[in-house]
């Protein structure tokens, strides 16, 4: 075990102003694996003063030089791609060719593109006889999550960095290890000091410091629906700019005309990956009653190929969730699923493991779309289907929760999931099992959010509009 000591404030790494500590837990084993500091409100008001003070030369700095920063970043996260795939496995427990993919490979290519944004991004324009600029918002507070860890903190500091904007980052207390190898490499590639700081901390106390502190200008959340409304309330209260990414219980609409076997195959893996803890998942299935009953065999063998184990065995494919509770959380749901009336088609809530928090892969049939697993997000491998008799009645059910995230359709022609996509409460749909694309907006309708990441979307996110008329 290591323990870590010291917040990342002003470019250089301070002792924390207590003395209390937080557990790193290896959720494969369940053993502890370091120790970080506890962040109070006074090292989330020294990493805010230490961010205003940066803020007038970084947004000064023109922008294709903050561009050139970020592509250093970039490339010093390049060349500790094993290392932050090794760090993330070890905290999250997520295999470790996933961790390699996906955990250090998108917040890699999220960089890269807003190194890019920086230098071409279009921060003035004439409007008839005016000059419209676009100017950083000022200093940001980022409120990340657990369960893509890295991916999530340059999400917001990417766009934050090419608007102008300096930065505190208070990243999820149970993957604090990839955030503070994270203000390493931004050391390595020498930001100037304060325009990137790093304060670990619980919610409740080092989160809401953050998120109430009156020198932050812009709070940016990403987390669950009912953790963002408390914060956007705060926010509110204040006058003060807000981002959220939240919760998701995203359909996935097949319509009669789509290869069946494909779609199901991928809508199986989109679920587990990441031991279903994404919040665009597509946990609700909806396939027409014709096809209902060869989808949920087909279903059935797909989740059947995951091998649940030690996340560094590269014959498994489904690693732990990220802690205890949210193994109870999960296998909650399960229960409830059973209990409301669902079919359990293969899965449960035993654990498959002695050690470790980890929870078979689950396909529920016969979910009807008022029972709490097509409701809920669950986050957790568990995929819910659900049978509809026409498109009118998919769409019903597609658009009938509270969230409207992420989702996909799938047909034999691209134009008729393209016109059902159209008519779908989301905010991105992946049309035929479409690609990750780190330029396009991500971001929800209703209780999924508000505002927008990646992408020149995000970037806008972080800017604030002045108009001089002539």
Same mark, same amino acid.
């Given at each position: 075990?290591?323990a870590?000591d ?26 502890v ?13 020294a990493?805010?003063r230490a961010a205003r ?9 023109p ?14 996260m ?16 997520s ?37 419209? #600029?676009?100017?950083?918002?000022g ?31 208070k ?10 190898l ?11 000091a ?50 959220l ?13 789509a ?18 803890q ?8 909806l ?7 060869e ?15 030690d ?44 050690t ?7 396909v ?15 986050f957790?491998?568990v995929?819910?289907? #659900? ?17 409207? #995230? ?10 008729e999931?393209v ?22 907006p ?27 008329q002539?």
């Open positions: 075990m290591k870590y010291g917040m990342y404030i002003g470019g250089q790494w301070r002792p924390a102003a207590g003395t209390d500590t937080i557990d790193v837990v290896n959720p494969a084993d369940e053993r694996i370091a120790t970080v500091p506890a962040g109070t409100a006074e090292d989330i008001d990493a805010v003070a940066a803020f007038p030369g970084w947004a000064a700095t922008p294709a030089e903050r561009g050139a920063y970020i592509a250093a970043l970039r490339d010093a390049v060349a500790r791609a094993d290392e932050i795939a090794e760090t993330v496995t070890a905290e999250l427990g295999p470790i060719g996933l961790s390699r993919k996906v955990h250090a490979g998108a917040p890699i290519a999220v960089a890269g593109s807003y190194a890019e944004l920086a230098a071409t991004y279009p921060f003035e324009e004439k409007v008839g006889n005016s000059t419209v #600029l676009l100017e950083p918002v200093v940001v507070g980022a409120i990340t999550p657990w369960n893509y860890p890295l991916h999530q903190i340059v999400a917001k500091v990417g766009p934050a960095l090419a608007a102008g904007c300096t930065v505190v980052v990243p999820a207390e149970d993957t604090p290890l990839v955030a503070r994270f203000a390493e490499l931004v050391h390595e590639a020498g930001l100037p304060g325009v990137f700081n790093l304060v670990t901390g619980l919610g409740p106390v080092a989160g809401q410091a953050l998120a109430e502190h009156e020198g932050v200008d812009l709070v940016s959340f990403t987390g669950s629906t009912a953790v963002g409304k408390r914060i956007g309330a705060t926010a509110g209260a204040a006058v003060k700019r807000v981002a990414e939240l919760g998701g219980k995203s359909a996935n609409v097949i319509l009669p005309s290869d069946l076997a494909k779609a199901v195959k991928i809508g199986v893996a989109n679920v587990m990956s990441n031991s279903g994404t919040c665009s998942a597509w946990t609700r299935m396939v027409h009653t014709d096809q209902y009953d989808a949920v065999e087909l279903a059935r063998t797909a989740a059947g190929g995951y091998l649940v184990g996340p560094h065995d590269t014959a498994n494919r489904l690693g732990p969730v990220v802690n205890a509770k949210q193994r109870a959380r999960v296998r909650g749901y399960i229960e409830k699923g059973i209990k409301e009336g669902a079919t359990l088609v293969t899965g449960g809530p035993e654990a498959p493991h002695a470790g928090y980890y929870i078979a892969p689950t529920f049939a016969e979910v009807t779309p008022e029972m709490t697993i097509a409701q809920e997000e669950i957790g491998p995929l819910s289907l #659900l049978r509809y008799e026409d498109e009118e009645d998919a769409l019903r059910i597609a658009n009938g929760t509270v969230y409207g #995230l992420a989702g996909a359709v799938w047909a034999g022609d691209e134009s999931a016109a059902f996509a159209r008519r779908m409460d989301t905010g991105q749909v992946d049309i035929n099992g479409g690609r990750f694309n780190p330029l396009a991500f971001g929800g309708y209703k209780q999924s959010g508000v505002g927008r990441e990646l992408g020149a979307h995000g970037l806008a996110e972080y800017l604030q509009t002045k108009s001089l002539f």
